[in-house]
């Protein structure tokens, strides 16, 4: 997903979409009730609740500039965990630490 237009909606609080992003160029700024939570930038990561809980999204995401992103499915997803496990403990681990912390 290329991203060209600064301040564009990536996604949106209570959405029901489950894929999850991989930042691969720019940056994001979450949001929670229309307040900033978090900037993420090359390599960061946001959706992976979603993905893995098939809950709403817990915030929305939006472009800070020219932002090209990794979007990963839930049945591409699945369909990898099936062999690697290891990574669905990751993304567990991830997922916990988020929660805990609020994003």
């Known amino acids: 997903m290329i991203i060209n237009t600064i301040e564009q909606k990536i996604l949106e609080e209570g959405d029901k979409d489950t894929s999850m992003f991989i930042i691969k160029s720019g940056s994001v700024r979450l949001e929670r009730f229309n307040q900033e939570v978090r900037r993420l930038q090359?390599?960061?990561?946001?959706?992976?609740?979603?993905?893995?809980t098939s809950?709403?999204?817990?915030?929305?995401?939006?472009?800070?500039?020219?932002?090209?992103?990794?979007?990963?499915?839930?049945e591409s997803f699945e369909k990898v965990m099936a062999e690697y496990q290891h990574i669905r403990f990751h993304m567990m681990q991830m997922m916990e630490y988020r929660l805990v912390n609020q994003l």
């Open 42 to 52: 090359v390599g960061d990561s946001f959706g992976e609740i979603s993905l893995l």
């Open 55 to 74: 809950h709403p999204r817990t915030a929305s995401a939006f472009a800070n500039e020219s932002t090209v992103l990794i979007e990963i499915k839930r």
